[in-house]
């Protein structure tokens, strides 16, 4: 019976040196300045527009998650099963958002542009309870043979939660 021996490996290699110390520095040095700029970004948003901004980009990642899953077929994500107008209406709510960024507006625009957040929102959440019913009803015609996967609900309570950051804007943090 013949073993293999293996080599001790060459210490001189470069592939098995350790990162030296200023390449770490350098990457810590760049971690800080993203969260410094990300810091930047958010610190001046009221809570309303960061709850809008927040939900309406978990809504855009949302169609992307498994949707639908059916017995001898491949999983549906939101995109290719009814969540091409969440994605479209997380588009309009970033775009919405980024306008009232870019400029200081008197509080009538403020609340129109709140005003549209809550009415994205709801188009969002009609539109997941016009799908939630229609897959239900999909399902009982196939005996529970397709099952509703967690990136509808997650989509579904984003659509919530845009609704929910317009009206805190609207009411200006304001809620009795």
Known sequence: ??????????????????????????????????????????SPLPSGKKLSLIAATGMILGVFFPWLSLQNAPTEIGLTCGGAVHFFLGIATLANIERRIEKT???????????????????????????????ASLR??????????????????????????GFLQFTRGKVV
């Not at 293999?4 to 001189?12: A, I, K, S, V």
């Not at 592939?15 to 970004?41: G, S, T, V, W, Y």
């Not at 507006?105 to 969002?124: E, K, N």
């Open 1 to 42: 019976m013949v073993f293999e021996t293996r080599q001790r490996p060459d210490p001189d290699d470069q592939k098995l040196q350790a990162p030296d110390a200023r390449m770490l520095a350098d990457l810590a040095f760049e971690i800080e300045r993203l969260e410094r700029d990300f810091r930047a970004l958010f």
């Open 105 to 135: 507006h008197d509080l009538f625009t403020t609340r129109r542009h709140a005003l549209l957040d809550i009415v994205i929102g709801l188009m969002a959440v009609l539109s997941s309870t016009i799908l939630l019913v229609y897959y």
């Open 140 to 165: 009982s015609d196939m005996h529970g043979a397709m099952d509703i996967r967690f990136g509808f609900y997650v989509v579904l309570i984003c659509s919530t939660l845009v609704s929910l950051g």
